[in-house]
């Protein structure tokens, strides 16, 4: 299997990774093929695919923060079962994630992960694949290490029409077992960083940031 980085949407493979996206995620959730252009270009956006037989298996999108020492992964895809794509994207990602720490002079701090609750929303497909399934991806989110960090997370939608997101919880693998605990100074940072790209934020999203600026840390939990 081959772990193939997509810098431009003229790659051949990244057509068929966009159409294995809108297959496992909601719309509200997959950016436009076009608007994918200048992400790609972005030297800090990391979209890696997984290849079997000139055929995009799986992916995953994260990104690295030089300045917080710490990594977001943006989506992971499993296309298929029964070929081991999970653990191979998982740990060709962590590696590549701590050399970038490395060249920074860091050991990488930690990795924040968005997955659905599926208490809160089941009426998600995923494309009908079952490791996509947001039972399992907790279940594999918890075995990597990952915590759930304690606030109601609002998600803005991709679609940049100031709509919420819910029924997803924002979480958190460090790399320091003994962590029980973040900064609200470094989640709030990281939020306000990350959805920068989208002008038009809901309402609510902002309470949430409000919110979590009252109180110095929010406890890491089991997922």
């Known amino acids: 299997m ?7 949407i003229v790659d051949p493979y990244f057509k068929q990774l966009h159409q294995l996206m809108g297959e496992v995620f909601p719309p509200e959730e997959v950016l436009e093929f076009n608007l994918w252009k200048e992400p790609l270009e972005d030297p800090n956006i990391r979209v890696f695919v997984a290849v079997e037989n000139n ?3 799986g992916a995953t999108e994260y990104r690295y923060y030089k300045d917080f020492n710490i990594a977001m992964t943006d989506f992971t895809i499993i296309g298929q079962a029964g070929l081991g794509i999970g653990p191979f994207l998982a740990n060709k990602r962590l590696a590549d994630l701590k050399a970038l720490a490395a060249e920074n002079g860091e050991e990488l701090y930690g990795m924040f992960a968005e997955v659905y609750d599926p208490y809160q929303v089941d009426d998600y497909g995923f494309g009908g694949v079952k490791p996509m399934d947001p039972y399992v991806r ?15 997370y609002v998600h803005p939608s991709w679609n940049n029409d100031g709509e919420p997101v ?16 973040l900064p609200t100074s470094l989640i709030v940072k990281f939020l ?10 809901p309402i609510s999203w902002y309470v949430m940031v409000q919110n979590l ?8 939990l089991p997922i």
């Open 213 to 220: 600026e009252k109180n110095k840390q929010v406890q890491l």
């Open 55 to 57: 055929k995009v298996v």
């Open 166 to 181: 819910t029924g997803l919880d924002l979480c958190f693998l460090p790399t320091n077992d003994n962590l029980k605990e």
């Open 2 to 8: 081959e772990y193939h980085r997509i810098t431009n």
């Open 138 to 152: 907790r279940e594999v989110l918890a075995h990597l290490g990952y915590k759930r960090l304690d606030f109601p």
């Open 192 to 201: 306000k960083r990350y959805y920068t790209v989208l002008s038009n934020k």
